[in-house]
C-alpha cells in the first residue's frame, strides 16, 4: 500500500502544479463584469470566447482542487480505518465503475445517476 500512497502523493504535486498553471492563465483572461455574465445568463448579450474560457479554466481548477483534496485524504491510518467510513452512492458508484471496467473492458456501469 506504501506504493498507492506515494502514488496519491505524486499526483497531488502534479495537480498542485497545473492548477497553479490553470490560475495563471485564468488571471490573464479578461474577466466581465458580473452585470455581464447576468446578461450572457439572460440570452441578452452573447457568450464571448474570453467567458466561456474563464468558465472552462474555473471548472478544470474545481475538479483539480477535488481530486487533490480527496487524494491528500489517503494515509496509511485513514486506510486503517477504512472500514469505518460511511460512503455516499456517488463513492459507491466509483467503486463499481472501477470494478465493471476492470472486469468487463469497460462495459457495465456508466455514470449512474442514483446517488
Known amino acids: 500500500m506504501s506504493e498507492v500512497i506515494q502514488t496519491a502523493e505524486e499526483v497531488v504535486r502534479l495537480l498542485d502544479e497545473a492548477m497553479e498553471k490553470l490560475q495563471a492563465a485564468q488571471t490573464s483572461i479578461p474577466a466581465p463584469t458580473l452585470q455581464e455574465v447576468a446578461e450572457i445568463r439572460q440570452g441578452t448579450r452573447p457568450l ?3 467567458a466561456y474560457l474563464l468558465g472552462l479554466f ?3 481548477i474545481l475538479a483539480a482542487e477535488n481530486v487533490a483534496s480527496d487524494l491528500r485524504a489517503i494515509d496509511v491510518e485513514m486506510l486503517r480505518k477504512v472500514h469505518e467510513l460511511d460512503l455516499s452512492g456517488v463513492e459507491l ?3 463499481e465503475q472501477a470494478v465493471a471496467e476492470r472486469t468487463e473492458g469497460g462495459a457495465g456501469v456508466q455514470g449512474r445517476d442514483d446517488e
Open 48 to 50: 464571448t470566447e474570453q
Open 93 to 95: 458508484n466509483a467503486i
Open 58 to 60: 474555473q471548472r478544470a
